[in-house]
């Protein structure tokens, strides 16, 4: 099993601002096959992106992602108000798929 | 749009059984996997089982192996996961979520497309 470790906890930025969430994995996640969820308080997840860096359909370009191997990370350029959330990476290379503990970026 | 609609949680008793639903809106049901994922109230995210378009392979996470059963009839464009011997432990909100057309092993999926939940509490 592929155990993924995201970092930090909790992030707090100002409106505007650039932030970088991270995820680490224990093993090599093959073909960069990560994903990245945003939840929003009292909703269901909403997938962001995809094969690390592939944003899904209506996302918007402020969110962008990268990385390889063990070492994924998501920034959000510009932060908007709207992006309070948990952001949750997952592996889908292998069975059984595995999510990370999660980010709570909080808006100052 | 939500496309998914779960229905099915409540509490029940430790060592019970409750059946879980979801009913797909959508166009495409028969075409991808689907899959049971579920989420403790202010914890994060675990996934539970998946189930292949023609309904003929089915993995499930380690825990629930041999408690669970994840079934679909793509005639009525539903979801199934039947959920026996329940724990304290399995207490969470289960989603129904929409896989991928192809999966090849041993990747496995992600969801693009959610049910907003139902409750299963189980507690004595």
């Known amino acids: 099993e592929i155990v993924l470790t995201q970092s930090p906890g909790t992030l707090s930025s100002s409106p505007g601002d650039s932030v970088t969430l991270s995820c680490r994995a224990s093993?090599?996640?093959?073909?960069?096959?990560l994903a990245w969820y945003q939840q929003k308080p009292g909703q269901a997840p909403k997938l962001l992106l995809y094969?690390?860096?592939t944003r899904a359909t209506g996302v918007p370009a402020r969110f962008r992602a990268s990385g390889s191997g063990t070492d994924f990370s998501l920034t959000i350029d510009g932060l908007e108000p709207e992006d309070l959330a948990d952001y949750y990476c997952?592996?889908?290379?292998?069975?059984?798929?595995?999510f990370g503990q999660g980010t709570k970026v909080e808006i100052k | 749009e939500v496309f998914l609609v779960e229905s099915g949680g409540g509490l029940v008793q430790p060592g019970g059984s409750l059946r879980l639903s979801c009913e797909d809106s959508?166009?495409?049901?028969?075409?991808?996997?689907m899959s049971w994922l579920r989420q403790v109230p202010g914890q994060g995210l675990e996934w539970v089982a998946d189930?292949?378009?023609?309904?003929?392979?089915?993995f499930y996470l380690d825990s629930v192996d041999g408690r669970f059963t994840v079934a679909r009839d793509n005639a009525k464009r539903s979801l199934s996961l039947q959920m026996n011997g329940l724990r304290v432990d399995d207490s969470a909100i289960y989603y129904c979520?929409?896989?991928?057309?192809?999966?090849?092993?041993?990747?496995?999926?992600?969801?693009?497309?959610w049910g907003r939940g139902t409750l299963v509490t189980v507690s004595s």
């Open positions: 093993h090599n996640v093959a073909r960069n096959f």
């Open positions: 094969s690390t860096s």
């Open positions: 959508g166009f495409t049901f028969d075409a991808t996997w």
């Open positions: 979520a929409r896989g991928l057309i192809v999966v090849i092993s041993p990747m496995s999926n992600y969801w693009e497309e």
């Open positions: 189930i292949s378009p023609d309904g003929n392979t089915a």
């Open positions: 997952q592996q889908y290379a292998s069975y059984p798929a595995t």
